[in-house]
């Protein structure tokens, strides 16, 4: 008990000192399909288990959904949807949307210019290390431009 305690101690001070913060990361990402073609890959359970997550569960009771990445387990709940134009997902804790909570947006935008769609990704989280969530990003948009056929 004492090293559980011992280590939730250094991990509240690592905390504290920012050494481990929480970060926004923003990706723009060009893809070659429409907003109407994309966007249930980015909002329903069956698309996101196709490119995002190992799997995604739906709770209809509580109105949640829990994603499994490497085994572990996340609930969330959509804060805000417009259909083919943007989902926000809260993630909770405690079974609650705490007031610094991680969340994850998809946004499906034009550009004016070129008319091409192209996805931004907003994701505030938890992390120490930027470079590592855009190699994330762009291996996890590649794998979903392979299965569209982008």
């Not at 249930?40 to 997550?53: D, I, Q, R, V």
């Not at 387990?73 to 989902?87: F, G, L, M, P, Y």
């Amino acid at each position: 008990m004492f090293l559980v305690l011992d280590f939730c101690y250094i991990f509240n001070i690592l905390k504290k000192n920012h050494l481990m913060s929480k970060q926004k990361f923003v990706g723009e990402y060009p893809i070659n399909a429409s907003r109407k073609m994309l966007f249930p890959y980015l909002s329903t359970a069956s698309g996101l288990c196709e490119w995002f997550a190992d799997d995604v569960n739906i709770n209809n009771i509580n109105k949640t959904l829990i994603f499994i990445v490497d085994g572990e387990e996340k609930i969330a709940r959509i804060d805000s949807v417009k259909k083919n134009r943007h989902v926000k997902f809260s993630f909770l804790e405690d079974g609650e949307v705490k007031k610094d909570h991680d969340y994850l947006e998809f946004r499906l935008e034009i550009n004016e210019l070129t008319q091409s769609v192209f996805i931004r990704i907003v994701e505030y989280t938890e992390t120490d290390d930027l470079e590592e969530s855009f190699q994330i990003w762009d291996n996890l948009l590649s794998q979903l431009k392979e299965i569209i056929g982008a």
